[in-house]
């Protein structure tokens, strides 16, 4: 009997040590297999990015606040609220009736001022003409000429009058100054317009092809922030669709919201999509600080690592085998793989907690 047991305990261990010889070459020897599931090795773009919240706001000139530079009644008002204008299109008229009696006042003062001026030119010649032939004293002659003078100095200014008279007439009419949408309108028609100090705004305009992104960076991150650095946003309007941008710059003074500091980014709007942005749109944006294009990469969860270096998990049949690796570039959610695994490659993507391999294994 004790013979019997003898040869099955050698039996035993044979079939162990042939059993651990058949294993692949790289497997653990645990006999467990990693949760998670199983991904397919490809090639995408993967990079850093810097996380931030942010608002569509017009470029300086974008936004004009268009009023007027002389007092009247509001006549007529062509636009309103949302009509696309173009540079030199009619927005509104005031009263013109007591601006054209000026411009009529001014054109009479300069018909009398001609008047006098071409009778003190005649004057002047007639009293040269005298005091050569010595019938006039040199002092009337002095007072022919400076009557001359002064009618010339009238006549100019009679002109420079009329032409005020006329300028002041043109600001009754009230053009547009840009392209763009108009986004307010704040005068209403028989409203009395009192220009001070202060013009007083008509309609707000906006050139809706001129927005940028002002981008909220926190503090932590604004150091890695440059200016030139692609960014890729979007807006709760358009959900699924994503705007490019890049920045172009970042302002200096901090602005401090429930004790948290932000730095604002001003990024350039690379291209609308055909789609129409407006400011004041809540954008989530998505600066660009290092990016890889089409490389082989790996979930961040497939990646493990020991004394040896980063491994991971590969599929082939039912087995799983450590395959160690060499990695570049780590984003958020994928890492770079520069040797080890190829395209089409299957490993495990799971929790490192799940994963982890025996204590044999050294980590």
Do not use: C
């Not at 040590?17 to 990693?34: K, N």
């Not at 959610?333 to 299957?346: H, N």
């Amino acid at each position: 009997m004790k013979t019997l047991i003898a040869i099955a305990a050698v039996l035993a261990t044979g079939s162990g040590i042939w059993y651990v010889a058949r294993q692949p070459s790289g497997a653990p020897t645990d006999a467990g297999t990693p949760s998670g599931q199983v991904v397919e090795v490809t090639r995408r773009d993967i990079g850093a990015t810097v996380l931030a919240t942010g608002v569509v706001r017009p470029q300086v000139g974008a936004e004009v606040r268009v009023g007027s530079r002389v007092s009247g009644v509001l006549e007529r008002l062509y636009v309103t609220d949302g009509d696309r204008v173009r540079r030199g299109q009619l927005l509104a008229q005031l009263d013109s009736a007591e601006f054209a009696a000026r411009v009529a006042l001014a054109a009479a003062n300069l018909e009398n001022a001609k008047v006098e001026n071409e009778y003190a030119a005649s004057e002047f010649a007639r009293a040269e003409a005298s005091l050569r032939s010595q019938v006039i004293t040199e002092v009337e002659f002095t007072e022919a000429r400076r009557l001359r003078d002064v009618r010339g100095s009238q006549l100019r200014q009679a002109e420079a009058s009329l032409e005020s008279a006329r300028i002041q007439l043109s600001y009754t009419r009230i053009y547009a100054p840009i392209n763009g949408v108009v986004a307010n309108v704040s005068t209403q028609v028989g409203e009395t317009i009192a220009a001070s100090l202060a013009a007083p705004t008509f309609v707000t305009i906006v050139d809706l092809d001129r927005l940028e992104v002002w981008a909220y960076v926190d503090e932590t991150d604004i150091g890695r922030v440059e200016v030139g650095q692609p960014a890729l946003f979007t807006v709760d309007t358009y959900p699924d669709q994503e705007f490019e941008g890049v920045v172009t710059a970042i302002r200096p003074t901090a602005e401090i919201q429930d004790n948290v500091v932000n730095y604002i980014t001003v990024i350039e709007i690379a291209g609308g999509h055909g789609k129409t942005l407006r400011p004041e749109m809540t954008t989530t944006v998505n600066i660009i600080l290092e990016r890889r294009d089409n490389v082989i990469a790996v979930p961040n969860t497939a990646l493990r690592r020991d004394r040896d270096g980063p491994y991971v998990f590969t599929v082939r049949g039912e087995a799983r085998i450590r395959q160690p690796i060499g990695i570049g570039y780590r984003g958020r959610e994928y890492t770079e793989v520069v040797e080890g695994l190829k395209e089409g490659d299957s490993v495990y993507a799971g929790s490192a907690r799940s994963d982890r391999p025996s204590p044999s294994s050294g980590n």
